[in-house]
T-cell receptor
Framework: RKEVEQDPGPFNVPEGATVAFNCTYS??????FFWYRQDCRKEPKLLMS???SGNEDGRFTAQLNRASQYISLLIRDSKLSDSATYLC???????????FGKGTTLSVSS | NAGVMQNPRHLVRRRGQEARLRCSPM?????VYWYRQLPEEGLKFMVY????????ESGMPKERFSAEFPKEGPSILRIQQVVRGDSAAYFC??????????????FGPGTRLTVL
């Protein structure tokens, strides 16, 4: 079983759509959780951290279920600029390596 | 406030040559991580360094790869006798090294290594 698994994608949606990405992780001792965004051939950029209570940043909502070892990202009112690859990322503990999923590609069209 | 800097951005080497990749962390960051992204693959951890110390090199190939983060100057990832399979994007990240879950790694633009 891979350490971090994501929906394979790609997701092709029209502008204004709501889209959800799912992710599972295998290490129950994982401490920190993130969603990064990676545009084609560029570096990953932190989109948001994910907390057990769930958190929202504008059109983006992240949820964490520790019991199920499941992380989600919801994007509402999709924009063309949201087109990218979304990476689910897990960290065992502070100051250790990040473990990346392979990413899910989102393409938003007009 | 400059972010993480990497150079060169693109590097072409012939098989058997050496590749040196440099990373300057964000100002105030003393923790550096190197990751590799093979074509069509996710990022994979290679090595974690603090100034003058290798903390975790569990992701480094056993041969030909080495890394350092000297007291002065950038962190260096060195690949000796490169092979075609080394062609990839190499990303450096830095963090403050906070001892809690708020510690965040910020990535540089990467070095794209092509081995001919």
């Amino acid at each position: 079983r891979k350490e971090v698994e994501q929906d394979p994608g790609p997701f092709n949606v029209p502008e204004g759509a709501t889209v959800a990405f799912n992710c599972t992780y295998s290490n129950s001792a994982s401490q920190s959780f993130f969603w990064y965004r990676q545009d084609c051939r560029k570096e990953p950029k932190l989109l948001m951290s994910v907390y057990s209570s769930g958190n929202e940043d504008g059109r983006f909502t992240a949820q964490l279920n520790r019991a199920s070892q499941y992380i989600s990202l919801l994007i509402r009112d999709s924009k063309l600029s949201d087109s990218a690859t979304y990476l689910c990322v897990v960290n065992g503990q502070a100051g250790t390596a990040l473990i990346f999923g392979k990413g899910t590609t989102l393409s938003v069209s007009s | 406030n400059a972010g993480v800097m990497q150079n060169p951005r693109h590097l072409v080497r012939r098989r058997g040559q050496e590749a040196r990749l440099r990373c300057s962390p964000m100002k105030g960051h003393s923790h550096v991580y190197w990751y590799r992204q093979l074509p069509e693959e996710g990022l994979k951890f290679m090595v974690y360094l603090q100034k003058e110390n290798i903390i975790d090199e569990s992701g480094m190939p056993k041969e030909r790869f080495s890394a350092e983060f000297p007291k002065e100057g950038p962190s260096i990832l060195r690949i000796q006798q490169v092979v075609r399979g080394d062609s990839a994007a190499y990303f450096c990240a830095s963090s403050l090294g906070l001892a809690d879950s708020t510690d965040t790694q910020y990535f540089g633009p990467g070095t794209r290594l092509t081995v001919l």
